[in-house]
């Protein structure tokens, strides 16, 4: 008996240093694919960082419109967080290289399916960055207007369109993802409405101003209409 | 040449003619430049002349029809030969600024194809244009060699005011020359300065943004030009459309900042200013109009400035500029003043931002509406109970704030990130 319990054992320890000797060249790819990656990785975000920094980036950056975004980067740089955001992309295509050279359908499938989901990553990123880009220019230029036309409100109008423009980019750029279905078409829905119903009520509210200006204006050119306006500017 | 603007017949006209000694450009507001009107001014300013002239008169006054040919004696040679074309109207959106620099360039393409010797070009409103103002624009150019002659107006303290606070002080500064109203609209030039115009105005060379208006005086003065002043006496003056002074700003001050970037070669190396000769004598002002300028409203708008554009002012002004102008916001209305330093330094300031491309440059020309408005308040303030001669040596005072600057403003338009106050 004890010879069949050794003989068992035997077979299961072949067994499995079989398995595990089959799963060595997948592993030693992994780590290989890794290595290489991170190597390239660190080469490619050290070239970027230098032409970013050549360029002046973290500066272009505030100046573009995005001071925000100086915030939340690593030791408030841009450009740190652009170069290991890249880095880190780079090391992760290398982990799913890696991945794939194992030899079973689950890995394969795995990696098959993210990178059919690429494209609609990367039309999400365009449809984010290029929202906020248009949301900043708006929410200046009616920030601007709204100065120029004496409207106390100005900043709730500005915040309004800002926030208005940039719902609207994540908006798309979830439903691209195939991200939250219903909940975000619900949440788009009602964020939307409240912030179309607040910028109604301050432009209702800035009107007011604007339009008891205006008649002032009116009323005083009509009942002084032979008296010339005082100030002239060419 | 912008001769696409003249309608086939008067190009043919033109044609005819051959040569003239003069090229009359009538461009005030359409109603106002009809075709007689312009012949009678021309003609009366030409009978002042000493010796009889062709001349051809450009209107704008938009009706597109064939031209009228005033009859041309045979073998008279004592009496003044006019002839006329006319523009069509402006083109839908086109602005007013926008309009006039058209104008200017079709009338600089037609006194270029006639080979004339001197050009004459009224903007202002033709029911205040007297027949003298011809005379006095054209006679400088003729009889005494001038090359340019700019306008001089008889004008109330609050009148002129861009003009006063940033246009004559800047181009002063720049380019070496004192003159009342650099952007005219009324000018007199020769012939000479009229082809170097022409050549520089080319479709080629010029930027798709360049305004006419604002490279005449700077090319003058750049080029070594003879120029001087005229009095032309008072000038009506547009009313002002308060809620469209942004666009007003944007449009004069884009045109003034783009020919400064286009001649920063030539004015970086000039230092000081110097006075020009001023002809004719000056029209003693009508009483001082009563009405009280609005500074409270003006105030409004810098404090609301000051409170809402920080942000954006903070991309164009250096922090020392900013910590002053959110100071000034805090001063009750009877203490504000906006120090000549400050203002002359935001004016530098937003040139270099608009010439970096900071932000976009409408919005940078927009957002210094509220700071012109407190400097608005600021003089009007300090200018209440002063008198016509107290005015001008404020201004002369700013002025050299401007030119004191100087150093500044090419300091940072040099190494705009190193040196950074």
Same mark, same amino acid.
């Given at each position: 008996?004890? *010879? =069949?319990? $050794?003989?068992?054992?035997?077979?299961?320890?072949?067994?499995?240093?079989?398995?595990?000797?089959?799963?060595?060249?997948?592993?030693?790819?992994?780590?290989?694919?890794?290595?290489?990656?991170?190597?390239?990785?660190?080469?490619?975000?050290?070239?970027?960082?230098?032409?970013? &920094?050549?360029?002046?980036?973290?500066?272009?950056?505030?100046?573009?419109?995005?001071?925000?975004?100086?915030?939340?980067?690593?030791?408030?740089?841009?450009?740190?967080?652009?170069?290991?955001?890249?880095?880190?992309?780079?090391?992760?295509?290398g982990f799913l290289i890696g991945i794939s050279a194992f030899d079973g359908a689950l890995p394969s499938q795995f990696v098959i399916r993210l990178f059919a989901y690429l494209p609609d990553l990367m039309t999400a990123i365009v449809v984010f960055v290029a929202g906020s880009i248009v949301a900043r220019f708006l929410a200046r230029s009616v920030l601007i207007g709204a100065v120029n036309m004496n409207l106390q409100y100005a900043r709730l109008l500005s915040v309004g369109v800002k926030w208005l423009v940039t719902v609207l980019a994540v908006t798309i750029a979830l439903e691209r993802l195939g991200i939250g279905g219903g909940i975000i078409r619900l949440a788009f829905g009602i964020?939307?409405?409240?912030?179309?119903?607040?910028?109604?009520?301050?432009?209702?509210?800035?009107?007011?101003?604007?339009?008891?200006?205006?008649?002032?204006?009116?009323?005083?050119?009509?009942?002084?209409?032979?008296? &010339?306006?005082?100030?002239g500017h060419l | 040449?912008?001769?696409?603007?003249?309608?086939?017949?008067?190009?043919?006209?033109?044609?005819?003619? $051959?040569?003239?000694? %003069?090229?009359?450009?009538? %461009?005030? *507001?359409?109603?106002?430049? *009809?075709?007689?009107?312009?012949?009678?001014?021309?003609?009366?300013?030409?009978?002042? %002349?000493? &010796?009889?002239?062709?001349?051809?008169?450009?209107?704008?006054?938009?009706?597109?029809?064939?031209?009228?040919?005033?009859?041309?004696?045979?073998?008279?040679?004592?009496?003044?030969?006019?002839?006329?074309?006319?523009?069509?109207?402006?083109?839908?959106?086109?602005?007013?600024?926008?309009?006039?620099?058209?104008?200017?360039?079709?009338?600089?393409?037609?006194?270029?194809?006639? $080979?004339?010797?001197?050009?004459?070009?009224?903007?202002?409103?033709? =029911?205040?244009?007297?027949?003298?103002?011809?005379?006095?624009?054209?006679?400088?150019?003729? *009889?005494?060699?001038?090359?340019?002659?700019?306008?001089?107006?008889?004008? =109330?303290?609050?009148?002129?005011? %861009?003009?006063?606070?940033?246009?004559?002080?800047?181009?002063?500064?720049?380019?070496?020359?004192?003159? =009342?109203?650099?952007?005219g609209p009324d000018f007199g030039l020769s012939g000479k300065l009229l082809q170097r115009i022409l050549v520089q105005d080319s479709p080629r060379r010029r930027g798709a943004e360049r305004s006419l208006l604002a490279s005449i005086a700077s090319a003058a003065a750049c080029d070594g030009f003879q120029v001087c002043e005229s009095q032309l006496g008072v000038r009506q003056q547009s009313p002002t459309d308060w809620d469209n002074l942004s666009s007003l700003l944007a449009e004069i001050l884009g045109a003034a900042f783009l020919e400064m970037e286009g001649r920063a070669a030539h004015w970086q190396s000039i230092r000081g200013s110097q006075t020009l000769p001023r002809l004719g004598q000056p029209e003693v002002p009508s009483p001082e109009n009563p009405t009280p300028v609005d500074v409270k409203g003006m105030l409004q708008s810098f404090r609301l400035g000051a409170q809402n554009l920080q942000d954006v002012w903070g991309l164009i002004l250096p922090p020392t500029s900013l910590l002053e102008l959110r100071r000034l916001s805090r001063l009750t209305d009877d203490q504000f003043r906006l120090p000549d330093q400050l203002w002359v330094r935001i004016i530098y300031d937003f040139a270099l931002a608009h010439r970096l491309q900071t932000i976009s440059r409408d919005h940078l020309l927009r957002s210094l509406t509220p700071l012109y408005l407190g400097w608005i308040a600021s003089y009007a303030l300090e200018m209440q109970a002063a008198g016509l001669t107290e005015v001008d040596s404020r201004i002369g005072l700013l002025s050299k704030a401007y030119e004191d600057n100087k150093s500044y403003l090419v300091s940072r338009w040099r190494w705009p990130d190193r040196f950074n106050p």
């Open positions: 008996m004890w *010879d =069949q319990v $050794g003989q068992a054992l035997r077979l299961s320890m072949t067994k499995m240093l079989s398995q595990l000797a089959s799963l060595l060249p997948g592993i030693v790819a992994l780590l290989t694919a890794l290595v290489i990656s991170v190597a390239f990785a660190w080469a490619l975000a050290a070239i970027l960082r230098r032409s970013l &920094k050549r360029f002046d980036f973290d500066r272009r950056v505030a100046h573009w419109g995005f001071p925000a975004m100086a915030e939340w980067s690593p030791a408030s740089s841009p450009t740190l967080l652009l170069t290991r955001a890249i880095a880190w992309i780079i090391v992760f295509m964020l939307f409405g409240g912030i179309v119903l607040a910028l109604a009520l301050a432009v209702g509210l800035g009107s007011k101003e604007l339009v008891s200006r205006s008649l002032e204006r009116e009323t005083s050119k009509a009942s002084g209409s032979n008296v &010339k306006e005082p100030v | 040449m912008e001769l696409d603007a003249i309608p086939q017949p008067e190009l043919e006209q033109i044609e005819r003619i $051959g040569g003239a000694d %003069l090229v009359i450009g009538i %461009l005030g *507001d359409a109603r106002s430049a *009809d075709e007689g009107t312009a012949l009678t001014l021309t003609r009366e300013a030409l009978a002042e %002349l000493s &010796k009889p002239l062709r001349a051809m008169v450009v209107c704008n006054n938009g009706t597109h029809s064939p031209a009228a040919v005033a009859p041309e004696v045979p073998g008279d040679k004592q009496s003044p030969a006019i002839f006329s074309c006319s523009l069509p109207p402006p083109a839908p959106g086109e602005t007013p600024q926008h309009g006039i620099s058209n104008a200017y360039r079709t009338v600089f393409a037609v006194g270029g194809k006639l $080979g004339v010797r001197a050009c004459c070009l009224i903007a202002s409103r033709s =029911q205040t244009a007297a027949p003298g103002w011809i005379h006095r624009l054209i006679q400088p150019v003729l *009889d005494l060699g001038f090359d340019l002659v700019a306008p001089c107006y008889t004008r =109330q303290k609050m009148e002129g005011l %861009l003009n006063r606070s940033v246009l004559a002080p800047l181009h002063g500064a720049l380019y070496g020359q004192r003159l =009342q109203n650099p952007m």
